[in-house]
């Protein structure tokens, strides 16, 4: 068992391996270690449940990865006591319709949702910050480097006329 914690990302297809492999990136600049499976609360429900009984025992949050009509959110989340970020891809051919699901759910349902990877990554980096201070300094220094990268382009947009 890892005492230290992991993200599971769980997509509801292989189409969304692409986006889940951007969270993917960004969890591995804040030192999360991860894993990726799929299964669709719509197709493979058992699967699903499954996965969830595989990780009750660990340190996990789940970082969802469906569009569309996003069930798997939802239904994870109401399914375990652990964290659960929604992370949709969003579409334009839906025009933005399709995030609703993600985020009109069932009461007692307390998924977060974000279309960034790079914000699911850094919230489910911050919640094993609370207890991992060798992530904890990643997010900081991650955080750090954001704002050095607006204070240089504070200082070059200064500059033009």
Same mark, same amino acid.
């Given at each position: 068992?890892?005492? &230290?914690? /992991?993200?599971? *990302?769980?997509?509801?297809?292989?189409?969304?391996?692409?986006?889940?492999?951007? +969270?993917?990136?960004? $969890?591995?600049?804040?030192?999360?270690?991860?894993?990726?499976?799929?299964?669709?609360?719509?197709?493979?429900?058992?699967?699903?449940?499954?996965?969830?009984?595989?990780f009750?025992?660990?340190?996990?949050?789940?970082?969802?990865?469906?569009?569309?009509?996003?069930?798997?959110?939802?239904?994870?989340?109401g399914? &375990?006591? /652990?964290?659960? *970020?929604?992370?949709?891809?969003?579409?334009?051919?839906?025009?933005?319709?399709? +995030?609703?699901s993600? $985020?009109?759910?069932?009461?007692?349902?307390?998924?977060?949702?974000?279309?960034?990877?790079?914000?699911?990554?850094?919230?489910?980096?911050?919640i094993?910050?609370?207890?991992?201070?060798?992530?904890?300094?990643?997010?900081?220094?991650?955080q750090?480097?954001?704002?050095?990268?607006?204070?240089a382009?504070n200082?070059?947009?200064k500059?033009?006329?």
């Amino acid at each position: 068992m890892n005492m &230290t914690g /992991k993200a599971l *990302i769980i997509m509801g297809s292989e189409r969304d391996l692409d986006f889940s492999r951007e +969270i993917a990136k960004y $969890l591995k600049l804040l030192g999360v270690e991860y894993e990726f499976r799929v299964a669709s609360a719509h197709k493979t429900p058992l699967t699903v449940l499954e996965i969830l009984k595989e990780f009750e025992t660990q340190k996990v949050i789940y970082i969802t990865v469906a569009g569309r009509s996003n069930a798997l959110s939802a239904f994870i989340d109401g399914s &375990t006591t /652990k964290p659960v *970020i929604a992370c949709p891809p969003y579409s334009e051919k839906y025009g933005g319709a399709d +995030i609703y699901s993600s $985020l009109r759910v069932p009461s007692g349902i307390g998924s977060v949702v974000t279309i960034e990877p790079e914000a699911a990554a850094i919230a489910a980096a911050k919640i094993f910050a609370l207890e991992n201070p060798e992530v904890l300094a990643k997010v900081k220094s991650y955080q750090e480097t954001k704002k050095k990268d607006l204070e240089a382009a504070n200082e070059s947009v200064k500059k033009l006329k």
